[in-house]
């Protein structure tokens, strides 16, 4: 049997019972296919609840506060970091999740987690990565936030990572290939039977989207890459300006963004609840297991919205994240972090010495294959501010050395 089939949940434990009645397809507690290491019930929270607050404990977690969201973190203050997406997402998926009858703690969980295994700078930073280890199996963030709730995070003594619950661990593992599939055991068995995960983990994704898209309209406009008169080709923003603009006319411009992106968010929430709905009560699912064998997921947009919403994504990546400004901050950002890792591939000696002996012990197990994963790790792990620091560190003789975070 492998680590992710042992049941170590025993139900709530001394937690009291949820404010509001869970529908049957709905992830239970006592039906959680447990950790990996059995620990004994919490007496006082649900074990989703213990999940949830091993991530808001974590290093990793706190970390995401001086990572990139589309803005590197010393660009402006008001801009979103990966911390502040990452509660944006947490309050989409609560909302629903109440509404729906879903396990509103494990979906805010998985909405938490989410985001833990970023590299710095974005999805800039991820790409390089990602180029770097091209021949030592890739670096993709889904499986590297898996990687530091499994095993990164050290904090327990009887067990290394969170610990977390299958169902937690499920819904942060959004995409994997078949070949990396295959060494998760039961955790990478439903990309390999195209089953779906749970109701919990596909509200966690649809409510990512939504929080990017949305706040990344806040902070183009706040960064003044686009215009609302640019926004205002986009069907879905153009609807809900023109009813700002109608109704208060002399409302300030920061008004006016905050009035339109609520607006817009409130209508695309509207609907994810209400196709939801509709698609919940014509499948019929009796429990979670009959939702992970359906062919398709239920949590989704209808198809006007769902369009609508794709047009303001592509909006967003040909005039945001592809704006010039952007796009030079992105290109120093990916120089940055192909030459820390070329630096400490070469010599594992330049780096801190845990993740020396990290590097080491990897290399010793899995040849240069494991290297070349300790030092992602160890890269991925940074923050913008640090990762820019380290670089000064490496390769301008002017930059003392200083202690490691």
Avoid: W
Avoid at 312 to 321: A, D, I, P, S, T
């Amino acid at each position: 049997m492998s680590g992710d089939d042992r049941r170590g949940v025993s139900g709530h434990g001394g937690a009291t019972h949820p404010a509001f009645p869970l529908a049957p397809y709905a992830s239970h507690e006592s039906q959680s296919r447990g950790r990996r290491h059995p620990e004994p019930a919490p007496k006082y929270r649900g074990e989703y609840q213990r999940d949830r607050d091993r991530i808001v404990h974590s290093t990793a977690f706190r970390r995401l506060v001086y990572k990139t969201q589309v803005f590197v973190n010393h660009e402006g203050d008001l801009y979103r970091t990966r911390l502040t997406h990452s509660l944006e997402v947490a309050q989409i998926g609560r909302s629903v999740s109440r509404t729906l009858g879903l396990n509103e703690t494990l979906c805010e969980a998985i909405c938490l987690a989410h985001d833990l295994g970023h590299t710095p700078f974005g999805h800039a930073g991820q790409d390089a990565l990602n180029e770097c280890l091209r021949e030592h199996g890739g670096f993709e963030h889904n499986l590297q936030s898996l990687r530091v709730v499994d095993e990164l995070e050290e904090r327990y003594a009887e067990f290394p990572g969170l610990n977390l619950t299958f169902e937690c661990r499920e819904g942060i593992l959004k995409h994997c290939s078949a070949r990396n599939a295959r060494g998760l055991g039961a955790l990478g068995q439903r990309f390999l039977e195209s089953r779906q995960p749970s109701l919990e983990a596909q509200l966690a994704n649809v409510a990512d989207e939504i929080a990017y898209n949305n706040h990344d309209v806040d902070d183009g406009l706040r960064a003044g890459l686009v215009s609302c008169r640019d926004l205002a080709r986009v069907a879905l923003f153009r609807r809900h300006y023109e009813t700002v603009q109608g109704l208060y006319p002399d409302l300030q411009d920061r008004r006016v963004i905050h009035e339109v992106v609520r607006r817009m968010i409130d209508e695309v929430v509207t609907d994810l609840i209400e196709t939801t709905r509709a698609r919940l009560a014509e499948a019929a699912p009796a429990d979670a297991e009959a939702v992970r064998a359906l062919a398709h997921p239920l949590i989704g947009l209808s198809e006007r919205i769902a369009a609508e919403h794709l047009e303001l994504k592509r909006f967003l990546n040909e005039h945001v994240y592809r704006h010039f400004r952007v796009v030079r901050m992105t290109t120093k950002a990916q120089r940055v972090v192909r030459e820390l890792y070329r630096a400490y591939f070469d010599d594992v000696r330049l780096l801190p010495d845990e993740h020396r002996a990290a590097a080491q012990r990897l290399e010793a197990s899995q040849g240069v294959a494991g290297r070349a994963r300790a030092v992602a790790d160890y890269i991925a792990g940074m923050t913008d501010r640090y990762a820019i620091v380290e670089h000064g560190r490496l390769y301008d003789p002017a930059v003392p050395q200083g202690p490691e975070s």
